[in-house]
């Protein structure tokens, strides 16, 4: 069993930045794909990004390819999303989620077996 919990959400004015951390607990770390995954108001969870166990892998939404960067540290069993050049329409609850699966299949939100708690980034215009 992994525990999660994400820290460093807040409000930000458009053009700027967040890093959002996920700290982990229990469990083998290592032994898991980590990814962030985002709901807004109204809106159903969409994928934002994901790390396999070793960080040789990443893979990015379209929508956030090239302004977010998500790393992890397993000596720290930690994983983060740095957000750049944000938007308002990256304003949503971000939740950290852990899998044991790894590749393709990490875009499809619903294979992740373990979730945090969320915390919110809100983007100003």
């Known amino acids: 069993q992994v525990q999660l919990v994400e820290s460093g959400g807040g409000l930000v004015q458009a053009g700027g930045s967040l890093r959002l951390s996920c700290a982990a607990s229990?469990?083998?770390?290592?032994?898991?794909?980590m990814g962030w995954i985002r709901q807004a108001p109204g809106k159903e969870r969409e994928f934002v990004a994901a790390?396999?166990?070793?960080?040789?892998?990443?893979y990015y939404a379209d929508s956030v390819k090239g302004r977010f960067t998500i790393s992890r540290d397993n000596a720290k069993k930690t994983v983060y999303l740095q957000m750049n050049n944000l938007k308002p329409e990256d304003t949503a609850v971000y939740y950290c989620?852990?899998?044991?699966?790894?590749?393709?299949?990490?875009?499809?939100?619903?294979?992740?077996?373990?979730w945090g708690q969320g915390t919110q980034a809100t983007v100003s215009s």
């Open positions: 790390i396999i166990w070793s960080g040789s892998s990443t």
């Open positions: 229990g469990g083998t770390f290592s032994g898991y794909s």
């Open positions: 989620a852990a899998t044991a699966r790894s590749g393709r299949i990490l875009y499809d939100h619903n294979v992740y077996d373990y």
